[in-house]
């Protein structure tokens, strides 16, 4: 079996919010689904990496949001690439703190949980978190975001800690019109603004990155 045949799994776009202390933030990913019911119990895949999964760790607690297709990629771009160690990842996000301690984000999202840690398994890259749901929104509002829509239509890519990253492979188009950003795998091939001709002062969509962090596809 090659790995490929792995990317006929589902998949969605989820931002998961966290706290450590009095310290919030908020990380993105993929694996979220329902397992069981009465109690209600989500399993959760989160990089051993990842700052978000030493806060669900140490606090049990962690919300999701499930991003609709109306959610910015640049939301996408500020919690999937970049760590909540050390950067304020919610600085120019908008959320709301719940009585728990945890955020919860508002930038179109279709609807949240609030999430209490029963059990998890370790696997050799990824903790699987077991959680109760035990709180949540009342209403559901737009679609949500799938990993097809993400790849497909934002055009981002799947950052390094997610279980589904995979490497690129080389390219050997040098005369290619498509420029990748070497921060988060996003590609600009719009034929009607060349990228030559963008501002300076232009920025990835996806992670924020400057114009000078962009590669000629096919290029190193």
Excluded at 67 to 80: F, H, K, P, Q, Y
Excluded at 100 to 120: D, R
Excluded at 128 to 152: C, F, N, W
Aim: one cysteine or more.
């Amino acid at each position: 079996m090659t790995v490929d045949v792995l990317n006929m799994l589902t998949y969605g776009m989820y931002a998961i919010g966290v706290k450590r202390g009095n310290k919030v933030s908020a990380c993105i990913v993929n694996t979220v689904q329902q397992v069981a019911y009465n109690p209600n119990i989500i399993a959760v895949s989160m990089s051993h990496n990842n700052f978000s999964n030493e806060c669900i760790r140490e606090e049990g607690i962690f919300t999701v949001s499930v991003l609709s297709e109306d959610t910015s990629g640049a939301v996408i771009g500020a919690l999937g690439f970049s760590s909540g160690r050390d950067t304020d990842k919610l600085k120019n996000i908008h959320y709301r703190v719940l009585a728990e301690g945890v955020p919860v984000i508002e930038e179109n999202i279709c609807c949240w949980f609030l999430c209490k840690v029963v059990s998890s398994v370790e696997t050799a890259s990824h903790t699987i978190y077991l959680a109760e749901v035990v709180a949540g929104s009342d209403t559901v509002q737009g679609k949500p975001m799938t990993y097809e829509y993400y790849h497909r239509v934002i055009k981002g890519r799947a950052p390094k800690n997610a279980p589904t990253y995979r490497e690129d492979s080389p390219k050997k188009e040098s005369n290619s019109e498509s420029w990748v950003c070497t921060i988060c795998g996003y590609v600009y091939n719009d034929p009607a603004i060349p990228f030559e001709q963008l501002p300076e002062d232009w920025v990835c969509p996806i992670c924020g990155a400057p114009k000078s962090s962009f590669r000629r596809a096919g290029t190193t």
